[in-house]
């Protein structure tokens, strides 16, 4: 069947492909119904070009669609071959001047914080970097793909509407001149009749709703296939989907995540191709399987040809808009064909029916249509106007059909608003012409339908559904906020009726909203459902910006801010006549004055937190005043008619509200209110609830009397009683036992003197105080900077924003606070200047109470390390504005005296009421403000003004004659040195202090100037006095510190005299019980130190005690005790690898060999611990306890814990540091096997002699132990064995059982990790692990000390140097548990390597060997053949000659490798003997190898290259001898210093010309190095075949970043997924090891690995980072670390904004530059292998961590 397809596809492309493009086109030139043509065209060959089978092949289809289809349109519009037509339109038309790019997703765009109109207007990269924005305030986002680049548009930027691209292009021409002028006469009416003809076609297949006939192209044959079309949508998950597809096409895992990929990027995609019955099978399976939760998936069958037009239909959308790109003039023309009317009137022009069906499209179309839109009336200014009301008029039928759609709004038409309402001209055009306002807000009111009965609005439980339709209603607000983002300049007659009628609407919503959610009081039980409160305050929050802005937009013009008071004072007398009906009048009296008000009480009735009416008109009576409207036009003000009453009622109800929730009233109401509380405070909604809540008062109190004011304010407090009857506080005190009733009393009279303190103090927005905007944001910086230094980040948190995304605060921050950077962590802070501290007011209004209690404590803090009294004044305030003026009164009202006056006496007779400290200090704050403000009265007072504000004189008069209550001053006095009350003694002081300065300022006032000043001084001396004695006290004080400090000192003397004996023992002990050796062991000043060898410096070893953290014990380390083990953790590491793309072989096969390690390093073992010590039988029992625990959780619940016990691993108990074995403590076991040496020791020469004769005899054994087991002594005769060999004999293996025991495990887990097999202790590769791992983790160490130029010796962290010595040693003591003749095979074969014989075949040439790894195997594994030997030799001869001879084996692959470019710049010929040497050797090599290296002349340059290239081999040989034989390192090594080499030699017993190691052996050496360059990989390396690794290794880095993070997202957005076709990758991610970009987190990349689905990253890490990685995921600005498939954790990225602060999740979008710092620092951790470590930590510290599934990134 197929191959039938594919043959005859094949012969129809044959005929297709005979078109011509030419003919066709001259034929409809010629044709009278044009239409009639081009249909019978397409319904002919388009059915014959796409969809010829079940998987499309979009490349096949596109160039046949080009060469037969879209060619003859391209002809007849061009009149000419297109080839030459296009070109030459393109240069008759001007370029132009806007850019309108379409962001691609994820793709960098900028916006200016300068010059932008609003946020709105943004950059596409290129154009940003030409513009001067570049040096602005920009800020960075990704787009989420759909808008377009503003570059162009003079409308969108303040300043700089160019980049240096388009500047050019705004040529002098008028702007509206007709782009038609410039195309031939024909072009114009042949373009409008092909326009006309395709954009018709295209949308009329598009919008055609019968699934098989077709619109005017029925086909002569017409064949019965058929596509099961499905379709996307928002409520399936891709797991739901691809489960379906599976059962229902039967297709595979892969296929189907393939069509699930396709139909969530393109909207549809076909399932299944066949007959009718076959496709609708499957339709009818998937809607069956996917309608039991939801709605079921979209599936239909449509007939193939069909699917075929409209294939072609969006690829003649797409071709519409490439080909207007050629012209202006084109352009206009698709316009106009696309906005004329139709025959059907009104909504009939193409554009109005596509837009109408948007919400029937699938996703890909949409976006082609959307890209058309957006290239052609976008981009014409004329018809973006005409397109612009097409949409304003058809607003509400789109809006509706976005309700009822399901896709997200970046796919809808409904999203274009943003393009066209944020034009401030056409936004002004729309609302005046099409009254845009009243109709979002129309449209917004039709869509809450729910209200109770008086018409408020009613949200019902907020389900998922619920939310969903409420998210996309919100849409609708936004588009609000866009026409209203750039206020009107000047205001036209209609504009200014227009904008009132939206008002009106607006309002009518506000209505709905006022009172809305109320709540009553729950006494008795708690309430059993959580009422819904979320959706009130989501509409809230989104409507606040609005609120505001429709605010400003009042503000502009007078007489609209008259009449919007009015209509909001009338809307507002309509609610409020709903509300009062049935609450009795009654009379309060107090002091003298009575009041009428109505019985209420919060704690009974209903009350509601949504106010927007009141708190609306309380906006704008502060705008009265700030535009001085209020005193212009008073007559035409309704002022008269407020009522005060009425305007506070509600707001104070409010509060009230707020302070019985505190006072604990209200528990039983649950949570929902605590929420709403919070929220009405929070930052977010404060602006238009709590703030403007309080600046009602203001206005109500500003309008009556302050002593009414007060005394219903008592009332609606339910304290009115307390206060007005005399004594009332004691009864109360006394009948009340119950301690809960009192308490909430003291926190209500608490928040009421809070309340007060806010009202007077609260004047620092512009209109209530004389104050500007930005006082107005230094007063919230200074306060939320008196909490504690701050992040930039967390101020612009702390401050609200405007419309912008503004909160004005650059412009003021460097006035009140001075910047610190951050150091390697952490983040930048802003620290409060000292001189701001005088304006911190305890009581601001924005604190909540943990930031009141915490500023407290840090500004008295502050004003104690200053010297200063800790008192906290209220500061000093700025003058109200008039129309506020008369608020002060109520400071000085008889309530208020009152009310301070009967607290003060609480607290004067403190045993008989319950009163709190609280209460006292906010009286005492208002006694201070009461005097701040007549202070301020009397300095600024002009001749002729009386001061009415007396509240000194009010505060020193006795009470009257019944009670004769004593004066508040008089009080105050009393309470001043009340022990009880230390705290607030200062604050009293001060009030004392102010109120004498005021008496002073009154009498100057009325005699002469002169007074003051005396004052002034006698305070001053008076406050000097004040100081000089507190100095003097701290003097003495420090006196008295020293001498006690003196006498302790003498006596600790004495007593240590006294038991010398004694501390001379503990010293002792102290000096044996540290762990570390080199530190204590007796040095041997004088003579040279030696590392190795029969000349190696002897060293008694200290003994060495340890303590177990686990049982306390302490412990000698000893040969045969029980072992101590340290915890420690072994990994696979690729951070030394040349060669990341290496492949292992499979070690499980027996075969794979690891003998020799390759230069390349590519993949090696690396051993850390943290250093603490056990004893192995604890660790055992902690291990099987972790083990138990983890069996018992697997029933309970699945979840993946940091470490994973199947694999051995677990937390070290002390510091939880992820480890997954353990290393036993050794004493240095060489001593063990060191014999006497008694002979002479042999020189290289004979001891390779000897050794190779004993590596014979081994081989010659086991062969005949092969062969046959009879008569073995006779042939030991027969052998001519060596002197004092002895291969029969067997070594005692001197270990205790438990440390045989630890040197297996720890042995058996180095195998099992580092060659990802199962543990198998008898495994002859087991020795070779481990010796692999002591020498790589030696590597790595002496890498990090090169890197960061540290010396070799005495700078290591202690765990690193315990882990090395016991590494080490254990390596050195492993053999003694594997088998020996496996052992002795090893070190035949390695030293085979250096030394040939006739056995061993076959191995890895000289280049393509490790020298370290070799020379530490063959250390290591020499005592398994030595212990035979009893000839006399020692074991450190043994040594040395293998040193020596790794070390000549390392300088010829130096020397052949060195790639030495001679330059004549720096050579110092000096022929030193080294140099003369080196060249000697360097020309024996050439004959050696057949004159194939290269010739060189300069000793200097090859003896530097040696110098430079061995210097690793001998650093890291250095360590090893130094862990190994335990001889400390000579203070040289100890320092970065000068002649590093020489000493390292000496100390290496080498000499420092190294060269004359092969003079002084040169009779067995000469034909060592022959057989080295000999070997064939040598030759083909010299003769250029090959590649080998040269010499010095360089270190592996991270890979470079650029400075600027911009540049990494460009990148990012460029990088496609390399799986589905060219599609953008969601989650770019890079690898910061070798630089690959990799697509993240998406079902298209998912690879299998050992049997399980993982991510991109996942994947990559095994080939790269063999298991760890280092990811920086570029969206999301995160550096991601992964180790294995079930450890991960995310980590702060290098990328820094100018205040110090990472972005991570770029939501801020400030700049982001790269900090070298930090990116060393995650350098530093990838070299010190401690990724998986800090991952373990993240984890434990994090439980989320755990849950994620990392594999899928």
Same mark, same amino acid.
């Given at each position: 069947m197929a191959a039938d397809l594919e043959a005859e596809v094949q012969a129809i492309d044959k005929n297709l492909l005979e078109c011509s493009a030419e003919e066709i086109a001259v034929k409809w030139l010629q044709a009278n119904d044009l239409q009639k043509e081009v249909y019978q065209h397409l319904a002919y060959y388009v059915p014959k070009i796409y969809c010829r089978g079940p998987n499309p092949a979009p490349q096949r289809e596109d160039m046949l669609a080009q060469h037969v289809l879209l060619g003859p349109m391209e002809w007849y519009l061009c009149g000419e071959d297109p080839a030459f037509g296009f070109p030459k339109l393109e240069q008759a038309n001007k370029p132009s001047h806007l850019c309108g790019r379409v962001f691609k997703v994820g793709e960098p765009t900028y916006s200016c914080r300068d010059c932008a109109v609003d946020p709105t207007c943004v950059l596409c990269m290129e154009c940003f970097l030409g513009s001067i924005h570049r040096e602005h305030r920009y800020r960075m986002t990704t787009s989420g793909g759909g808008g377009f680049c503003d570059c162009g548009d003079t409308e969108a930027w303040k300043e700089g509407p160019y980049c240096q691209k388009h500047e050019l292009n705004t040529s002098e021409t008028a702007e509206e001149e007709d782009p038609l002028v410039h195309l031939p006469e024909d072009m114009v009416a042949r373009a409008y009749n092909i326009f006309a003809i395709t954009f018709k076609y295209a949308v009329d297949i598009l919008t055609w709703e019968k699934e098989n006939e077709l619109p005017g192209l029925e086909m002569i044959e017409k064949s019965d296939t058929y596509y099961c079309m499905l379709f996307n949508d928002e409520v399936h998950t891709y797991e739901q989907v691809i489960y379906t597809l599976q059962k229902a096409v039967n297709c595979t895992q892969k296929e189907a995540i393939g069509f699930a990929t396709t139909v969530d990027r393109d909207g549809r995609r076909s399932v299944?191709?066949?007959?009718?019955?076959?496709?609708?099978?499957?339709?009818?399976?998937?809607?069956?399987?996917?309608?039991?939760?939801?709605?079921?998936?979209?599936?239909?069958?449509?007939?193939?040809?069909?699917?075929?037009?409209?294939?072609?239909?969006?690829?003649?959308? *797409?071709?519409?808009?490439?080909?207007?790109?050629?012209?202006?003039?084109?352009?206009?023309?698709?316009?106009?064909?696309?906005?004329?009317?139709?025959?059907?009137?009104?909504?009939?022009?193409?554009?109005?029916?596509?837009?109408?069906?948007?919400?029937?499209?699938?996703?890909?179309?949409?976006?082609?249509?959307?890209?058309?839109?957006?290239?052609?009336?976008?981009?014409?200014?004329?018809?973006?106007?005409?397109?612009?009301?097409?949409?304003?008029?058809?607003?509400?039928?789109?809006?509706?059909?976005?309700?009822?759609?399901? $896709?997200?709004?970046?796919?809808?038409?409904?999203?274009?608003?943003?393009?066209?309402?944020?034009?401030?001209?056409?936004?002004?055009?729309?609302? @005046?012409?099409?009254?845009?306002? @009243?109709?979002?807000?129309?449209?917004?009111?039709?869509?809450?339908? $729910?209200?109770?009965?008086?018409?408020?609005?009613?949200?019902?439980?907020?389900?998922?559904?619920?939310?969903?339709?409420? =998210?996309?209603v919100q849409s609708l607000i936004?588009?609000?906020?866009?026409?209203?983002?750039?206020?009107?300049?000047?205001?036209?007659?209609?504009?200014?009726?227009?904008?009132?009628?939206?008002?009106?609407?607006?309002? &009518?919503?506000?209505?709905?909203?006022?009172g809305m959610d109320p709540i009553t009081r729950q006494v008795g039980q708690h309430i059993e459902m959580e009422p819904e409160w979320e959706a009130a305050f989501t509409l809230q929050m989104k409507l606040t910006l609005v609120i505001s802005m429709m605010q400003d937009w009042c503000a502009l013009d007078e007489k609209v801010m008259i009449e919007a008071y009015k209509k909001c004072l009338t809307v507002l007398m309509q609610c409020h006549s709903g509300f009062t009906d049935g609450e009795q009048p009654i009379v309060l009296s107090m002091c003298g004055h009575s009041v009428e008000t109505i019985r209420y009480c919060v704690s009974q009735e209903k009350v509601s937190i949504h106010l927007p009416v009141s708190r609306l008109l309380a906006g704008l009576h502060v705008l009265l005043s700030k535009t001085e409207v209020a005193y212009k036009f008073p007559e035409l003000l309704p002022l008269s008619e407020l009522s005060p009453p009425m305007l506070i009622e509600h707001p104070l109800r409010c509060l009230v509200l707020c302070a019985q929730v505190h006072a604990g009233m209200w528990r039983?109401?649950?949570?929902?209110?605590?929420?709403? %509380?919070?929220?009405?405070?929070?930052?977010?909604? =404060?602006?238009?609830?709590?703030?403007?809540?309080?600046?009602?008062?203001?206005?109500?109190?500003?309008?009556?009397?302050?002593?009414?004011?007060?005394?219903?304010?008592?009332?609606?407090?339910? /304290?009115?009683? %307390?206060?007005?009857?005399?004594?009332?506080?004691?009864?109360?005190?006394?009948?009340?036992?119950?301690?809960?009733?009192?308490?909430?009393?003291?926190?209500?009279?608490?928040?009421?003197?809070?309340?007060?303190?806010?009202?007077?103090?609260?004047?620092?927005?512009?209109?209530?105080?004389?104050?500007?905007?930005?006082?107005?944001?230094?007063?919230?910086?200074?306060?939320?900077?008196?909490?504690?230094?701050?992040? $930039?980040?967390?101020?612009?948190?702390?401050?609200?924003?405007?419309?912008?995304?503004?909160?004005?605060?650059?412009?003021?921050?460097?006035?009140?606070?001075?910047?610190?950077?951050?150091?390697?962590?952490?983040?930048?802070?802003?620290?409060?200047?000292?001189?701001?501290?005088?304006?911190?007011?305890?009581?601001?209004?924005?604190?909540?109470?943990?930031?009141?209690?915490?500023?407290?404590?840090?500004?008295?803090?502050?004003?104690?390390?200053?010297?200063?009294?800790t008192a906290l004044p209220p500061p000093a305030l700025p003058p109200f504005c008039p129309l506020f003026a008369s608020l002060v009164n109520i400071l000085q009202s008889d309530v208020m005296l009152c009310i301070m006056g009967t607290i003060l006496q609480w607290a004067v007779? $403190?045993?008989?009421?319950?009163?709190?400290?609280?209460?006292?200090?906010?009286?005492?704050?208002?006694?201070?403000?009461?005097?701040?403000?007549?202070?301020?009265?009397? &300095?600024? /007072?002009?001749?002729?003004?009386?001061? *009415?504000?007396?509240?000194?004189?009010?505060?020193?008069?006795?009470?009257?004659?019944?009670?004769?209550?004593?004066?508040?001053?008089?009080? /105050?006095? @009393?309470?001043?040195?009340a022990p009880h009350l230390e705290v607030h003694k200062d604050m009293i002081r001060w009030i004392l202090k102010t109120f004498n300065t005021i008496k002073k300022l009154r009498e100057s006032s009325s005699s002469s100037p002169v007074v003051e000043t005396e004052g002034n001084i006698m305070e001053e001396s008076s406050r000097d006095k004040d100081k000089a004695e507190r100095k003097r006290k701290a003097e003495i004080a420090r006196l008295r510190r020293e001498k006690i400090m003196a006498q302790m000192s003498e006596m600790q003397r004495h007593f240590i005299n006294e038991n010398k004996e004694l501390f001379q023992q503990t010293l002792e002990e102290l000096d044996t019980s540290t762990s570390g050796v080199h530190e204590n062991s007796p040095v041997i000043s004088d003579a040279k130190l030696t590392a190795l060898g029969p000349e190696q410096t002897r060293v008694a070893e200290p003994r060495q005690v340890v303590m177990c953290i686990l049982c306390q014990e302490e412990q000698e380390v000893k040969v045969d005790s029980r072992a101590m083990v340290l915890a420690a953790f072994i990994q696979r590491s690729t951070v030394l690898s040349k060669n990341r793309n290496k492949i292992t072989p499979d070690p499980d096969t027996e075969k794979y060999d690891p003998l020799f390690m390759h230069p390349d390093l590519s993949c090696g073992t690396h051993t850390g611990s943290c250093g603490h010590i056990m004893h192995a039988h604890c660790w055992q029992r902690y291990f099987d306890a972790v083990q138990a625990k983890e069996q018992r959780r697997q029933q309970r619940l699945r979840v993946h814990t940091s470490y994973d016990v199947e694999n051995g691993e677990f937390l070290c108990p002390l510091c939880e540091c992820l480890s997954n074995t353990v290393i036993p403590l050794l004493p240095p076991p060489r001593v063990l096997f060191n014999r006497l040496d008694f002979s002479s020791q042999p020189n290289l020469t004979q001891w390779i002699k000897t050794v190779s004769q004993q590596v014979k005899a081994l081989h010659l054994l086991r062969n005949e132990d092969c062969a046959s087991h009879s008569g073995h002594s006779e042939k030991m005769d027969q052998l001519q064995l060596p002197e004092g060999f002895r291969p029969d004999f067997k070594l005692k293996n001197p270990y205790s059982e438990s440390i045989k025991e630890m040197l297996t495990t720890f042995g058996t887990a180095t195998y099992k990790v580092g060659l990802k097999v199962h543990p198998n202790e008898e495994d002859p590769r087991v020795p070779i692990m481990c010796w692999g791992s002591c020498a790589y983790t030696i590597q790595t160490i002496e890498r990090i000390l090169a890197d960061e130029d540290k010396p070799l010796f005495g700078h290591l962290p202690c765990r690193q140097d315990d882990c090395l010595t016991s590494l080490t040693r254990f390596a050195a003591a492993h053999w003694t548990v594997s088998s020996l003749s496996a052992v002795q095979g090893h070190f035949c074969t390695l030293l085979a390597s250096l030394v040939p014989n006739e056995k061993n075949g076959n191995l890895p040439c000289i280049l393509d060997i490790d020298m370290f790894h070799l020379l530490v195997s063959l250390v290591l594994s020499f005592p398994a053949i030595h212990c035979q030997d009893f000839s006399g030799v020692s074991l450190g001869t043994g040594d040395l000659h293998l040193f020596h001879l790794v070390t000549m084996a390392h300088i010829i692959q130096i020397l052949l490798t060195s790639s030495t470019e001679e330059n004549g710049m720096d050579q110092e010929n000096t022929n030193s003997e080294e140099e003369v040497a080196v060249l000697t050797l360097y020309k024996f090599l050439c004959q050696c190898t057949g004159s194939a290296l290269k010739?060189?002349?300069?000793?200097?340059?090859?003896?530097?290259?040696?110098?430079?290239?061995?210097?690793?081999?001998?650093?890291?040989?250095?360590?090893?001898?130094?862990? /190994?034989?335990?001889?400390?390192?000579?203070?040289?090594?100890?320092?970065?210093?000068?002649?590093?080499?020489?000493?390292?030699?000496?100390?290496?017993?080498?000499?420092?010309?190294?060269?004359?190691?092969?003079? &002084?052996?040169?009779?067995?050496?000469?034909?060592?190095? &022959?057989?080295?360059?000999?070997?064939?990989?040598?030759?083909?390396?010299?003769?250029?075949?090959?590649?080998? %690794?040269?010499?010095?290794?360089?270190?592996?880095k991270l890979i470079d970043l650029p400075d600027d993070y911009s540049c990494l997202i460009n990148q990012a957005s460029n990088f496609s997924c390399p799986k589905s076709g060219g599609d953008k990758s969601r989650a770019p991610t890079l690898c910061l090891v070798c630089g690959t970009m990799l697509c993240s987190q998406s079902y298209c990349c998912q690879t299998e690995l050992e049997g399980e689905d993982v991510g991109a990253c996942t994947a990559h890490t095994y080939t790269c980072g063999s298991g760890v990685g280092i990811f920086l995921r570029v969206r999301e600005c995160q550096v991601l670390f992964l180790a294995g498939k079930t450890k991960g954790c995310f980590y702060p990225p290098p990328y820094l904004d100018d205040y110090g602060e990472t972005d991570q999740g770029l939501r801020r979008g400030n700049p982001l530059h790269l900090c070298k710092e930090r990116f060393k620092k995650i350098q530093k951790l990838w070299q010190q292998h401690s990724i998986t470590e800090e991952i373990g930590h993240a984890q434990e510290a994090n439980q989320t961590l755990v849950g994620i599934d990392w594999q899928h990134l």
């Open positions: 299944r191709y066949g007959d009718f019955q076959y496709c609708d099978q499957a339709k009818s399976v998937i809607v069956r399987n996917t309608s039991r939760q939801t709605k079921p998936l979209k599936v239909q069958v449509m007939h193939s040809s069909i699917v075929a037009h409209q294939s072609f239909g969006l690829k003649l959308l *797409t071709w519409l808009g490439s080909v207007i790109g050629y012209s202006d003039g084109l352009r206009r023309i698709l316009c106009q064909v696309g906005l004329q009317e139709g025959p059907d009137g009104e909504n009939s022009s193409l554009v109005d029916k596509l837009m109408l069906y948007d919400s029937k499209l699938w996703k890909g179309a949409r976006n082609v249509y959307h890209q058309l839109f957006m290239s052609s009336l976008l981009m014409d200014l004329k018809y973006k106007k005409l397109f612009a009301i097409r949409f304003a008029r058809n607003y509400r039928q789109l809006q509706r059909d976005y309700m009822e759609d399901d $896709h997200e709004r970046a796919v809808s038409v409904a999203a274009l608003s943003v393009q066209l309402f944020t034009v401030p001209t056409l936004a002004r055009m729309l609302i @005046t012409e099409e009254n845009l306002m @009243t109709t979002i807000i129309k449209t917004f009111m039709d869509h809450l339908r $729910h209200r109770d009965i008086q018409g408020r609005f009613q949200f019902e439980r907020y389900t998922a559904l619920q939310a969903f339709k409420f =998210r996309r936004l588009d609000l906020k866009y026409v209203l983002i750039s206020k009107p300049t000047e205001w036209s007659d209609d504009l200014r009726c227009k904008f009132l009628e939206g008002f009106d609407a607006f309002l &009518e919503l506000l209505k709905c909203m006022q039983r109401n649950g949570f929902s209110l605590v929420n709403q %509380i919070y929220y009405y405070h929070n930052v977010k909604c =404060r602006r238009e609830m709590f703030d403007k809540d309080i600046v009602m008062l203001q206005t109500g109190v500003s309008m009556m009397d302050p002593n009414h004011f007060l005394m219903i304010m008592l009332s609606r407090f339910e /304290l009115y009683q %307390i206060f007005s009857t005399p004594d009332y506080g004691k009864r109360f005190s006394t009948e009340n036992t119950n301690k809960d009733v009192v308490q909430q009393n003291n926190t209500l009279i608490e928040e009421m003197l809070y309340l007060i303190i806010m009202i007077v103090g609260e004047r620092f927005s512009p209109g209530i105080g004389q104050v500007n905007a930005t006082d107005e944001i230094k007063r919230e910086i200074i306060h939320q900077l008196s909490i504690r230094p701050m992040a $930039h980040s967390e101020l612009v948190k702390a401050l609200p924003e405007d419309e912008n995304r503004e909160t004005g605060m650059e412009s003021v921050i460097e006035e009140v606070a001075c910047f610190k950077k951050p150091g390697l962590t952490g983040r930048g802070l802003y620290e409060l200047k000292p001189e701001c501290a005088k304006n911190f007011n305890l009581y601001f209004y924005h604190f909540s109470r943990a930031e009141q209690s915490k500023a407290e404590e840090a500004q008295r803090k502050l004003k104690r390390q200053n010297r200063e009294d007779e $403190h045993n008989g009421y319950a009163w709190s400290e609280s209460m006292l200090q906010r009286v005492l704050h208002l006694i201070g403000m009461a005097l701040q403000e007549e202070k301020q009265h009397l &300095e600024n /007072l002009s001749e002729e003004n009386v001061v *009415t504000f007396t509240f000194t004189q009010k505060i020193s008069k006795p009470g009257e004659a019944p009670s004769n209550s004593p004066s508040i001053l008089a009080m /105050l006095e @009393t309470l001043q040195n010739e060189i002349s300069s000793g200097w340059h090859l003896w530097r290259n040696l110098k430079a290239g061995i210097m690793p081999f001998l650093r890291c040989s250095a360590l090893f001898f130094h862990y /190994l034989n335990g001889v400390p390192a000579p203070s040289e090594i100890q320092v970065n210093g000068a002649n590093q080499f020489e000493h390292l030699c000496s100390y290496l017993s080498l000499p420092n010309n190294l060269t004359c190691l092969f003079q &002084e052996n040169s009779e067995i050496l000469n034909p060592l190095i &022959e057989s080295w360059c000999n070997n064939n990989e040598v030759k083909r390396y010299l003769e250029g075949k090959r590649h080998a %690794i040269s010499y010095a290794r360089e270190s592996n």
